[in-house]
């Protein structure tokens, strides 16, 4: 299996959030054969009896890393997903740990892991340590940190680029920004903070508007400074609007 660090850039992952193992792997199955090159999958979603084992990563050709969202995030991707158990950070953080165990390729920090916050970023010093932790132990699994950030709002570029460096300092392999936009003026800000990451990061990134307006640039921001593009499997749970289907977001990667 390729590392996530070793696919060429720009690449395609499906992200499937699904609420039993077996639907899991009907998407993330789905999504390699339409061109996925990675799956993210959400682990919040699942049962904690539903939790993916040993054999359910090798049944899968490609890379696939976890995420693990509070229970609130979860209603981007439809209604079926609004109510979920709320789990501590430890437990998510537990889970996404367990699943290296079993073969995950990675996994996702956010940026207020254990210190939740209104701007979902923290700077409490114990908090930072402990998501150093985690990512310290997924390193010596041979695993991928994406650290993520979700701030409820709209960044300039300054504020981008602080959130980046300071990720890039906590260990991250891959840097995911997703801000809030309120109009399509907001949205297209977003393309301009992109490419201008794009020139100042060397760690690979992603930088993403969700919200209105959004759903018109997101598929296109791997032309942009984007490591990859997020896309709907083509079976399953996950409705957020403004990921494209993997087919179609594999076109796109391969135009670029």
Known sequence: MVKLTKLSRPFVVAVAVERTAAAAARAVAASFRDGADAVELNLSSLPETEQPTSAFFRKHRGPIYTSCRRAAFMGVYGDRLARLPAW???TRMDLQLAALGHGAAGLDIEADTFAPSPDEWTRDRRAIRRQR??????????AAVIFSWHPPRALTFAEALRAARALEARGADFIKIVERVRNEREALDAVAISLRLREKLATPFIFLPLGPGAARFRPFMSAFGAAY????????ANR???QPLVAKARALVDLA
């Open 240 to 242: 957020l609007p403004a």
């Open 88 to 90: 501590s950070d430890e």
């Open 229 to 236: 593009l997020l896309a709907r499997p083509p079976v399953g």
């Open 133 to 142: 932790a985690v990512a310290a132990a997924a390193r010596r699994r041979g």
